[in-house]
Structure formats: C-alpha cells, structure tokens
C-alpha cells in the first residue's frame, strides 16, 4: 500500500460520516463463518461482483518488501481461494505503486535472492541524485532490473511464487504510461471542484488552487506538485517545477515551466488509489490500519462521490511485529519470505496469515516451534487426527476452521510433492506450486484427502536434536526408532518428514539455542573419569530411565553430583564432553528430556 504524502492527515471536524458498506473493520462483531477468508467471500458475494472477481493488494516500493508486506497478498489469497473453490473466477492482482516518487533514501534494501543489505553496499550516490523522481525512472541500485521499482516489484513476485501464490503484477507507471489510467485523471481534473470538496473533509491544506494531478518535470525528471493551468481538450496540464516537502526535509525543484499530458503524472495518492479500483474493477482490497483511518475513509468517498462507483469490499488487518518490535524496512528490522523459508515449510507460513487478521500478533522467531506445533495441530485437526474424548466448543470452532483453512494452506505443497500425474515427485526442487486451473485444483484437492493424508511430521523440537547430527542415515534410523516414522511409511513420507530437520536446523544455527549444538553421536568423545563419576554417572542413568521431567533431571543432576562430592560445574563439564566433546552447551537436564533416551542412556553409561 502506497504511502501518502507525508503529513497530510488531520483530523477534519467536519470529515463526514462513512458510508455503513465501507466499514473497513469488517472482521469484528457477528461473522457468516469461523474461518474469516470465507466470511469476507460471503460478503464480496453479497455484492453480487462481476466475473471475474478481483482482489488487489499493493504497496509503495520502498527498502525491503518483508514479511509484514505480505499480508497484502497472503490475505488476499484466502479470500480469492474460497471464491475459487465456489467456483468463481478470481484475478488476484498487486499493484506497485511505483510511479510514486522516491521521498527518501532507504536504510537497507535487499537483492533479488532476499540478503538485506546495507544502502552503502549499493550505489547509493544514484539514488540520492535520484530524489523526487518516480520509482520506475530510478535505475536498478544493483543493476539487475530495468529500475529500482522493477527491482522491488521483481522482489515481491518472488516472494509470492516461493508460497505458491499466483499474483498478477501491475505496474502503476504501466497503467499510466499505456493511457489505461487517462480516463480517470481526466475524470478527477473535469471534476476538480467536486475532487477538492471531498478531500477537503479530510486534508486541511486543500485550497482554491488545488490540483489533484502531479506531472513530472520533462526537465529534471521529479514529480512536482504546482499546476498552473489545465486543458482537457489537449489532455494536458502547464505545470512550475517547484520544492516538494518529503517529510523533514525539502526536495528541490528545477524551476522549469511545462506542459505535460495526463499520462505524464500521476494522481495524488488519495486520488489515485480509487482510481486503481476503477480501471481494474477491484472487488476487494485487504489494507493495514494505517489506511483504514487515513486514506481508506476519503478514498471510498472519492469512490462513491466523485467517480460514482462502489468502492471495494474493504478488510482492514492489524500489523504484525517481528520478536515484538515493528517491522522497520529503514532500520533494517525484517524478515523477508526467504528467509522464513529457510526456518519453515512453506505451510507453515501460510498457515500464519490465516489467523484472524483483526488481531495483533508478533512473529517470534526464538519461539518458532510453537508455531509448527500449532500448525501442526492444525493439520491434525483437518484429518480428525487429534486425541481426547471430551471436545470443547473451542475445538469444535478449530475444527471447522481447519477444514475451511487447511486445503488452500496445504494445496501449493502437494503441487509441488506430486506430479500431474498424481505420483510423489522425489527431491522436488521447490516447496510450492500455485494451483491455477481448475483441473489441477481438483487434483490436489484429491490428493490431500487421498494419499497426502499419509504424510509424517517430525515434532519441530524433535527434528531440531536430529538436526545436531549431520548424517543422515543416523536421523532416519533415530527417527524410525523412536516412533515417528512408521516402518511401512512410504519414501515419499520418509523423505518428507525428515526435510523438515534441516529447517530445524537453521532455526536453531539462526536463534543460537539449545539446539544449535554439534551432538556428537556416532563416536563416544574421549572423557577421563574417576570412579566417583563413573558411579555418579550411572545413578543419573538410572534415574533418566524413569523420568522424563525436564527440571526434575536437571534437579538430580545437582542431587547426583552433590551425593558424591563432585563439584556441580564438574559433573556438568562431564556431562557435555559426553555429549558435545565441548566444555559448555545448552541446560542440561531440558536437553537430556528432550532427546531420544536410549541414546541418553548408552552415553551416560559410556556403552559405545
Ligand atoms: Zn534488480
Ligand atoms: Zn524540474
């Protein structure tokens, strides 16, 4: 979603009262169904839309596309996929706002394989000369693209195909330059009186002179704000290039006076965004809260009153933090798709944007095994795999969320994991496939009710401890005897259950956990013992084989060392050249539970 000029909201008393359809909160009081996606569906449906359906999102380029970003196509897929699966005809689309001018310089930005780096990596000196001109007229700072809003749009169609997720691009310089957009500018310029009247309820500086179109300056190239004159017939306006406020600072202008036609500018924001539902017939557009009370209020107003069209079936989502600070694309406070990727199933994260978009919630990484184990529950839940006899309305209310929410979450998966032909595909190169006609919809809706229902997931923590050991071999064998892989699983399975260890894998390296040690499995490491230890040892064996309560073997660590007078970072330092040949590692008795304990129990009584 674009930004809007800097500084322009204030609360207008006398802004008016909303039009009730263009709540934009749509997700609180009384819903048609558990699963939101399905409630927004209902209510698009309501309107009884034109095929076929469209569901746009978009936002202004600007340092880092992250993971928060994707909620303006995540959400929106959800909404599309339970049209689709009514049968509907859906275009989901993603505008980038790149005819917008580059108000300041980013912090960091990111390549086209997702490293976030710093803006003197790059050749920063282009971009600040580059100031006040449009995205798509600014050349690519890595040289990659045909400009720098190519490159950030490149970035996020790439972070929508590695979830699977088919997203028509649309470049807003496109819409202008191809003339798509010349009937809506002249529109809002034939209309400017009544154009100023609506916005004025919502900006104070909107005076007399107003013009809502900003052409760029055929002289220096920078969006400028001061039109002088307008002539519809020609389709042009006469413009002065003068300073542009950005914020704190000044951008200056050239001081050129010209003439430039419609599709040489662009509408201000306010103007400019109900004009893209216009011209693509937008049906329905997530936006984060910024927007719901700032430039969703006058934009439906503009819709309705100066273009005479129903704005679209609007959804206002909460943000998302990343360890419970906002994501920051200047400072670098991120995590883009590819990153999380390497941490998590592609499920998983879609998993994620299918909670209730209305309420805050913090992506942590430190604690990315309770979402697994959420997500992982949820797929239970669809497959009726979950235990316990007394069902809570809460699980009732669960369950029918992940028969609504698990198949378009899971579909792009069993895309890539079976062929056409509906065979397992070994090694598959990537994590998600979009399922785009309807024959290849029907397919993987098969397939997940049929032999995808056969699938193995290693608990996240689980995978972690194999994920301290590097030979594969040895991860199958652990994970075939401690239960989690059946003996009759078939390759796919196996292989399937076990891609999740290296993602564990990279959680642990990334977090610095207890996990992110160097078990040292297949060789006892060489230890020096007493026979005070060696006794002490086997104690603590014997009491491993009886208890499985992290704190309490951590407890009878301290007991068993005190008992024969060792002193405690003694046995402790035992403990880890036992396990990691190291002197120090991660808390021991947590450790010790969490691993496979016939392995605890050979090591600890030094039986190769
Ligand atoms: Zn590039
Ligand atoms: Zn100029």
């Not at 746009?56 to 995540?74: C, D, F, T, Y």
């Not at 000044?250 to 400019?272: D, N, Q, V, Y």
């Not at 062929?419 to 919809?441: F, K, L, Y």
Request: aromatic share 10%; charged share 30%.
């Amino acid at each position: 979603m674009s930004d809007g000029p800097a500084s322009d909201d204030s609360g207008d008393p006398t802004a008016r009262e909303m039009h009730p359809d263009d709540d934009p909160y749509v997700l609180q009081g009384p819903q048609s169904h558990p699963f939101w996606a399905e409630a927004v569906a209902d209510q698009i449906l309501a309107r009884d839309p034109d095929d076929p359906i469209v569901i746009k999102g978009g936002i202004s380029p600007s340092g880092v596309p992250h993971l928060g970003n994707m909620n303006e196509i995540v959400r929106g897929y959800f909404v599309a996929e339970a049209l689709r699966e009514r049968d509907y005809e859906v275009r989901q689309v993603f505008t980038a706002d790149d005819r917008d001018p580059l108000r300041k310089l980013p912090r960091k930005l990111a390549d086209l394989d997702g490293n976030v780096v710093e803006l003197g990596d790059v050749n920063a000196g282009a971009l600040g000369r580059n100031l006040g001109k449009p995205y798509t007229d600014i050349p690519d700072p890595f040289g990659c693209c045909d400009s720098y809003g190519e490159h950030f749009s490149n970035l996020i169609e790439r972070s929508a195909e590695l979830l699977g997720i088919p997203v028509e691009m649309v470049s807003n310089t496109e819409l202008y330059e191809s003339g798509e957009f010349e009937d809506v500018t002249r529109h809002v310029l034939e209309h400017r009186e009544q154009a100023r009247e609506v916005l004025s309820h919502y900006q104070d500086k909107v005076d007399e002179e107003y013009v809502p179109f900003n052409p760029i300056c055929e002289d220096c190239g920078k969006i400028t704000e001061t039109v002088t004159d307008i002539d519809l017939d020609s389709g042009t306006v006469e413009y002065v290039c003068t300073d542009m406020e950005a914020g704190d600072q000044t951008i200056e202008g050239c001081g050129h006076e010209g003439t430039a036609t419609f599709r040489e500018g662009k509408l201000p924001w306010r103007f400019e965004w109900p004009g893209q539902w216009q011209v693509l017939g937008v049906d329905h557009e997530p936006f984060g809260k910024d927007h719901a009370e700032g430039s969703w209020p006058s934009g439906s107003d503009v819709a309705r009153n100066v273009f005479e069209n129903e704005p679209p079936v609007p959804m206002a989502y909460e943000w998302f933090t990343l360890n419970g600070e906002p994501f920051s694309s200047s400072s670098g406070h991120v995590i883009m798709v590819q990153d999380t990727l390497e941490m998590l199933e592609p499920e998983v994260l879609r998993y994620f944007f299918t909670k209730d978009p209305s309420k805050a919630r913090d992506f942590t990484v430190e604690h990315l095994d309770h979402l697994v184990d959420e997500f992982d529950e949820f797929e239970r839940n669809y497959y009726g795999e979950t235990e316990g006899e007394e069902r809570t309305d809460a699980d009732e209310k669960a369950e029918e969320i992940a028969d609504a929410a698990y198949p378009p979450t899971i579909r792009p998966t069993v895309a890539a994991r079976f062929d056409e032909d509906g065979d397992p595909v070994s090694t598959p190169e990537r994590g998600s496939v979009a399922v785009v006609d309807s024959t290849r919809r029907a397919q993987a809706n098969d397939l997940v009710d049929g032999p995808f229902g056969e699938r193995v997931r290693l608990p996240y923590t689980f995978a972690a401890v194999l994920g301290m050991t590097d030979d594969p071999d040895l991860r199958e064998e652990i994970a075939r005897r401690e239960g989690h892989v059946p003996d009759d699983a078939p390759e796919w399975v196996t292989e399937f259950a076990l891609s999740r260890v290296e993602n564990a894998r990279e959680w642990a390296r990334r977090t610095g956990n207890e996990f992110d040690y160097e078990l040292k499995r297949s060789e006892m490491p060489d230890v020096d013992l007493d026979p005070d230890t060696e006794t002490a040892l086997d104690e603590l064996a014997a009491f491993v084989e009886t208890h499985d309560d992290p704190e309490e073997i951590q407890g009878e660590i301290y007991e068993t060392a005190k008992r024969h007078d060792i002193p405690v970072g003694e046995f402790f330092s035992v403990g880890y050249r036992l396990f990691f040949d190291d002197e120090e590692g991660p808390k021991l008795g947590p450790f010790l539970a969490k691993l496979d304990r016939e392995f605890v129990l050979t090591r600890l009584r030094r039986e190769e």
